[in-house]
């Protein structure tokens, strides 16, 4: 069982971040010297990735243009002396083979999923969401394809969340198999604490094999009207293995305001440029509070 292939469902209207996504979309907004969705795919290329789908909408084609090679920056940079900076240009379109698709109608995760099916063919795949980054020493992404590819079956990534934050994930039913890794023996959407199964939620990484487009094309749409990924997952675990790894990294849900906002500082602090400045600035900011 081998992950060669990664869908990053990117279709989605960035409500959450608005009014700065009016017109950006949320995956291209700057995470310190970078646009988000570029961590996203250097995670997946890290992870051993070699083709990867972004899944669009008709508003978001300035993703197309930025992982493409931009000829008359490139040369304007060089002439300027400017290389490192038109080597940093022009390695955001040498990353991987990536492809797109568009999501014609806003129908939910799952239905984003589904679209991929003729790009993923019949073999394993990973699924990122567009504004979950991961910050690690190892990418999440490998922690789970490792997983997937000893027990050649789904897996989730997921973690612990607060009891008050469990109704804005899915929920797992689990069984202990060894550190870090459980099977997963069902999962809910957005439960009510009275419907939780565990405090364990998925959260943003998937490697799922292609079983789950035939039960995507079929599932019927759930909350909001949408067709929920997690109504898929909830029937795969009930007909194959389904694995879960509790990953080892921070997640940071940027397409909101307060984790965009996390993930900028630390990301910053993290950096060797603006890491020593981004500290003195939080140290004199701090005395004045």
């Given amino acids: 069982m081998k992950v060669r292939k990664a869908v990053i469902p990117a279709a989605g209207l960035g409500t959450r971040m608005l009014p700065a996504t009016k017109t950006v979309p949320k995956e291209l907004l700057p995470l310190v010297d970078k646009p988000v969705i570029q961590y996203v795919i250097e995670e997946a290329v890290a992870s051993g990735i070699e083709d990867i789908l972004i899944i669009t909408n008709r508003a978001k084609s300035a993703m197309d243009d930025y992982f493409d090679y931009y000829p008359e920056l490139e040369e304007r940079l060089l002439r300027a002396g400017k290389y490192e900076e038109a080597d940093e240009v ?4 040498d990353l991987a083979n990536i492809f797109y698709v568009r999501q014609k109608e806003i ?3 799952g239905h984003a999923v589904w679209r991929a099916k003729r790009f993923i063919g019949d073999e394993p795949f990973a699924v990122l969401l567009g504004d979950d980054i991961m910050m690690g020493k190892k990418p999440v992404l490998s922690q789970l394809i490792e997983a997937a590819e000893e027990y050649r079956a789904s897996t989730v990534g997921m973690q612990l969340v607060a009891d008050e934050a469990v109704s804005s994930y899915s929920s797992l039913l689990l069984e202990p198999v060894k550190d870090r890794v459980m099977r997963v ?3 809910n959407e ?3 604490p009275e419907e939780k199964f565990s405090n364990y939620a998925v959260l943003g990484r998937y490697v799922l094999t292609p079983r789950i487009f035939d039960i995507l094309e ?3 749409p759930g909350r909001n009207g949408e067709v929920q990924l997690t109504d898929g ?3 795969l675990c009930h007909e194959e293995t389904m ?5 080892e990294g921070v997640r940071y849900d940027t397409g909101n305001l307060k984790g965009f906002l996390e993930a900028t500082v630390d990301f910053a602090l ?3 440029k603006v890491g020593p400045w981004m500290k003195d600035f939080i140290r004199q900011k701090a005395q004045m509070l």
Wanted: cysteine-free; proline content about 4%.
């Fill in 243 to 247: 694995m879960a790894v509790d990953f």
């Fill in 107 to 109: 129908k939910g995760l």
């Fill in 90 to 93: 022009k390695r955001a379109a």
């Fill in 190 to 192: 957005k439960p009510t």
């Fill in 185 to 187: 023996l069902d999962v």
């Fill in 233 to 235: 997952l909830k029937q």
């Fill in 270 to 272: 993290a950096d060797d």
């Fill in 218 to 220: 079929n599932t019927r």
